[in-house]
Nanobody, 122 residues
Framework: QVQLVESGGGLVQPGGSLRLSCAAS????????MNWYRQAPGKQRELVAS???????AYADSVKGRFTISRDNAENTVYLHMNSLKPEDTAVYYC????????????????WGQGTQVTVSS
């Protein structure tokens, strides 16, 4: 069974920083991309940042220059470093493993973490 466990959310003042972590566990052979999404109250879930196994990276325009995504392929872990946080960054942040292939299992699936709350407020 594959699990994605997120950590690092919390309450921070505007202008502050947080680091989110997401560790994928289970009999994992490969993961095409690991992604961070977020969902604010009353809004749709949106892609924040994405990193492939080849370290190709993409960001939402709203976080470019403030957020940095990184990945440890050996540990199947992805990080999101968030700087210069704004109140509009407040949301539940979800980790996603896209196109995950398990050892000895044909095919692939997408997996999601349980979400971690990030609140930016003074």
């Amino acid at each position: 069974q594959v699990q994605l466990v997120e950590s690092g959310g919390g309450l921070v003042q505007p202008g502050g920083s947080l680091r989110l972590s997401c560790a994928a566990s289970g009999s994992i052979f490969s993961i095409r991309s690991m992604n961070w999404y977020r969902q604010a109250p009353g809004k749709q879930r949106e892609l924040v940042a994405s990193i492939t196994s080849a370290d190709s990276i993409a960001y939402a325009d709203s976080v470019k220059g403030r957020f940095t995504i990184s990945r440890d392929n050996a540990e199947n872990t992805v990080y999101l470093h968030m700087n210069s946080l704004k109140p509009e960054d407040t949301a539940v942040y979800y980790c996603n493993a896209d196109h995950l292939v398990r050892v000895g299992v044909r095919g692939w699936n997408d997996y999601w973490g349980q979400g971690t709350q990030v609140t930016v407020s003074s």
